[in-house]
């Protein structure tokens, strides 16, 4: 009886202990952009090699400290990469608090180039240059604007796989917007943060850049 006791105590002493380091641990933050810190090329010998990723994002975060940070972003690979590297890929980047998604080719050109470079960058930028009238111009925007989605999606599946209740989800730029909408609408009550990198523009801008698609972008 008296071991059974102190056991009791123990185990209670235990838990306490733990629940205090946890309320004083450092919180973990998820942050989600569309690029990881790291890159990944193809060397001379045909090996993977990573690097850290320039860019002031990167720079300014890597000096964060008191804080565990995952990073979730897209991860351009080599087109040959096969399986089992894309799984190498994955384990190396684990280890450096990476999670990587991975686009095809083609759904990244056309998310990426397609609608954030083309399309949401110039408006941003209040650089309006769009020809409507060039032939197929309507259809390239829908494609473009369905493989925004699609990538969004996909990046919403990631996150919810990665991220736990008591963690702070920070979304990053335009390249996704619709991602804070997709999450909540997954997780009910987990924080969700998303920062846009430019001011915000005028009502002005987005009305002389009405879509040439006959479908508006609000109604899809």
């Known amino acids: 009886i008296e071991l059974n006791e102190r056991m009791q105590r123990e185990r209670a002493q235990s838990v306490a202990a733990a629940r205090r380091a946890w309320q004083y641990a450092p919180p973990r933050m998820v942050v989600v952009a569309n690029r990881l810190p790291v890159s990944v090329a193809r060397n001379a010998e045909g090996q993977l090699e990573y690097s850290v990723s320039s860019g002031g994002m990167v720079s300014a975060l890597l000096g964060v ?18 399986a089992a590297e894309l799984q190498q890929v994955k384990r190396a980047l684990l280890q450096q608090g990476c999670v990587p998604v991975f686009l095809p080719p083609d759904e990244a050109e056309a998310y990426y180039n397609g609608f ?15 020809t409507p009238e060039l032939d197929g111009a309507a259809e390239r925007e829908q494609e473009h604007w369905e493989a925004y989605q699609r990538v969004n999606r996909r990046f919403a599946e990631v ?11 920070w979304v990053h730029d335009y390249h996704l917007m619709l991602l804070p909408s997709l999450l909540r609408a997954k997780r009910e009550h987990l924080k969700i943060g998303w920062f846009l990198h430019t001011p915000w523009p005028s009502s002005e801008v987005f009305r002389s850049a009405q879509p040439s698609s006959t479908k508006p972008v609000s109604e899809t």
């Open 65 to 82: 400290r008191h804080v565990r940070m995952v990073w979730v972003g897209w991860c351009p690979v080599p087109e040959d990469a096969t």
């Open 159 to 169: 996150v919810d796989r990665v991220a736990r209740e008591t963690d702070l989800v």
């Open 116 to 130: 954030c470079n083309d399309m949401l960058w110039p408006l941003f930028h209040y650089v309006i240059s769009r």
